[in-house]
């Protein structure tokens, strides 16, 4: 509510120079075309329905992409999402060895706080989500700031000389990163795990550690060999690799699944919908019904946002939507890698946010985090973050090659 209070506040100001940006246009150019998908949708009412887990989410981009425009503000936002990390981990540890309830619901969309004892599915660690591998998503994004600001703290540490305010807050960062790697692990997230992983990967390339490159490599690869290499190699491997990895990377911890449930089935069935409507799609959140339909079970998605949206609002929406993602992220990585003005003791928390957008666009290919209304708020706070700050460094880079 006050992030969205925030928005409006610096559109009522700020509404001329706001609309000025090219990528602006983009989002509402997206937006005419999702109110004519949702005009021509199956289920026209469900469809503006799903407006709203976009359209104020576009708002609030281009709202807030104006009024972050630093790297000392990126800063700031991980610090804050660090330490809120830390209870909502903790009731995820409470939840599942200690079988904590909470039930808190007002307005459902002010306060919905729902703690399921034992997890969400059971076993597995969903702390306030309603998912497990939603919970992994959020983690994923606190984990990725924590290695982030912990590799920052060490470089102020050498500078400084060792103050004891940076060891304090490399004791912390250090236990919050752990924290959040091991609650990664008990969601039993595949797509999670995966994200951990190429977190990891990430920022030892960045850093140069091609020690660590090479170990993580390696472990990955076992775990993999475990779970997908032939039996008399797999088998030897599977002595050393605990069953909770490889039996959940190849589904044998859950070898009855029904075959509506599994990706693939869900993913030809959307792109079906989007060649029988390629223009402008069945509507939004019609693809619940039509999949019920066919294949008589209840599903939110068909994991994943890129198939969803073609179903949904049709190829010409999907593309746009797309192009503006990949926008983003490729002009972060220019302003990162090319740019001057952003200094060099900078650029690492500005790296971890290019890193947390690729990790979202990853999870979503094989998910879809639409519809929390809480990560997806996260989601496109970190999304205007590096628009911001894409913005603010090439209008500087433009101001001194003038003045030059």
């Known amino acids: 509510m006050s992030i969205m209070l925030a928005v409006l506040v610096t559109w009522t100001r700020q509404y001329r120079s706001i609309i000025r940006r090219p990528i602006n246009w983009g989002f509402a150019l997206l937006s005419f075309l999702l109110f004519i998908s949702a005009c021509f949708a199956n289920d026209k009412t469900a469809a503006f329905v799903g407006l709203f887990n976009l359209l104020p989410f576009f708002l609030l981009f281009t709202g807030l992409g104006f009024l972050i425009q630093t790297t000392a503000q990126l800063r700031h936002i991980a610090w ?16 599942l060895f200690f079988g904590w309830n909470l039930q808190i619901q007002v307005l459902w969309i002010l306060l919905d706080w729902t703690i399921a004892p034992g997890g969400s599915p059971p076993g597995r660690m969903a702390a306030l989500f309603m998912h497990a591998n939603i919970f992994a998503a959020y983690l994923a994004i606190a984990f990725t700031l924590g290695i982030g600001l912990l590799l920052e703290q060490w470089q102020v540490r050498r ?63 076992t775990v993999l060999l475990s779970a997908f290499a032939p039996p008399p190699l797999a088998q030897v491997l599977r002595q050393i690799v605990p069953a909770f990895f490889w039996a959940r990377l190849n589904d044998q911890m859950y070898p009855d699944r029904p075959l509506a449930l599994m990706r693939k089935t869900q993913w030809q069935f959307a792109w079906s919908l989007t060649q029988q409507r390629p223009w402008t799609g069945w509507g939004l959140r019609n693809f619940t019904d039509l999949y019920k339909a066919q294949m008589n079970i209840d599903l939110g998605h068909p994991h994943n946002l890129f198939l969803m949206f073609s179903a949904e609002t049709g190829l010409p929406s999907t593309f746009l939507f797309f192009g503006l993602l990949s926008w983003i992220l490729f002009a972060g990585s220019q302003s990162l890698w090319k740019s001057n003005n952003i200094n060099q003791q900078d650029k690492l928390i500005f790296f971890s946010y290019l890193v947390v957008f690729g990790e979202w666009l990853l999870f979503n290919t094989v998910d879809v985090t639409l519809f929390d209304f809480r990560l997806n708020t996260l989601s496109w706070v970190v999304m205007a973050a590096i628009a911001g700050n894409i913005y603010y460094y090439n209008q500087h880079q433009k101001i001194v090659k003038e003045d030059n």
């Open 80 to 95: 804050i999402l660090v330490f809120g990390s830390v209870p909502v981990v903790v009731m995820g540890f409470g939840q």
């Open 159 to 221: 500078r400084a000389q060792g103050e004891y305010n940076s060891l304090a807050l490399i004791i912390f960062l250090t236990l919050s990163v752990i924290a959040d790697f091991a609650a990664l692990i008990l969601t039993n997230s595949r797509n999670g795990w995966a994200i951990a992983i190429i977190a990891c990967l990430a920022f030892a390339l960045y850093q140069g550690w091609r020690l660590l490159v090479g170990g993580v490599a390696a472990v990955v690869t």
